[in-house]
């Protein structure tokens, strides 16, 4: 079976820093496309960034530039976002998910999510 | 602002066929499939469609979808009342604003 399941959410200062971490388990994580979605409270989707099988690609929203970063451990099937210089417009809920670039869909398989507050 | 318009709200009687639209452009849309998810009450989206019209294992022949030049629907019909949810689409951009994008999700009442 497959599961994701996000960790590393809480309550953070403006301008502070949160690595959040997605485990991956029931399938072969490093044959996969790997992202993160983000939904603030109340509010729609908003993709965040992405990253290659091997981490040698990864693309972000506009918004998130120069302040995140994702990666990915194969060996630890594991999933990361390190999230620098946050901003309270970031709060939201944060969700990994599986991509099947194959037939170029975004979350085939979504974990439970963790909530990241920017507040002071 | 979504890149991909949805209508905010849609609704229906038990039984009836709904659709939901999805619109955006030639750089998403128009040369990409669309993909459509559905999200229950406080839980996590869920795939619902995927290359326009196709279906994962387990998701009832109900639910279907099509595209249209850069516009895509997604259609329920025998509408149930555990349908109520938010959808949302979403494609692949060749873009600056993507890679992928979402619409801003229409919330599904049956009446």
């Known amino acids: 079976e497959v599961q994701l399941v996000e960790s590393g959410g809480g309550l953070v200062q403006p301008g502070g820093s949160l690595r959040l971490s997605c485990a991956a388990s029931?399938?072969?994580?490093?044959?996969?496309?790997m992202s993160w979605v983000r939904q603030a409270p109340g509010k729609g989707l908003e993709w965040v960034a992405n990253?290659?099988?091997?981490?040698?690609?990864?693309y972000y929203v506009d918004s998130v530039k120069g302040r995140f970063t994702i990666s990915r451990d194969n060996a630890k099937n594991s999933l990361y976002l390190q999230m620098n210089s946050l901003r309270a417009e970031d709060t939201a809920v944060y969700y990994c998910?599986?991509?099947?670039?194959?037939?170029?869909?975004?979350?085939?398989?979504w974990g439970q999510g963790t909530l990241v507050t920017v507040s002071s | 602002q979504s890149v991909l318009t949805q209508p905010p709200s849609a609704s229906g009687t038990p039984g009836q066929r709904v659709t939901i639209s999805c619109s955006g452009s030639s750089s998403n849309i128009g040369s990409n499939t669309v993909n459509w998810y559905q999200q229950l009450p406080g839980t996590a989206p869920k795939l619902l469609i995927y290359s326009n019209n196709q279906r994962p294992s387990g998701v009832p022949d109900r639910f279907s979808g099509s595209k249209s030049g850069t516009s895509a629907s997604l259609a329920i019909s025998g509408l149930q009342s555990e349908d109520e949810a938010d959808y949302y689409c979403a494609a692949w951009d060749d873009s600056l604003n993507g890679p992928w994008v979402f619409g801003g999700g229409t919330k599904l009442t049956v009446l």
């Open positions: 990253i290659k099988q091997d981490g040698s690609e990864k």
């Open positions: 029931g399938f072969t994580f490093s044959s996969y496309w």
């Open positions: 998910a599986r991509d099947v670039m194959a037939v170029a869909a975004i979350g085939d398989y």
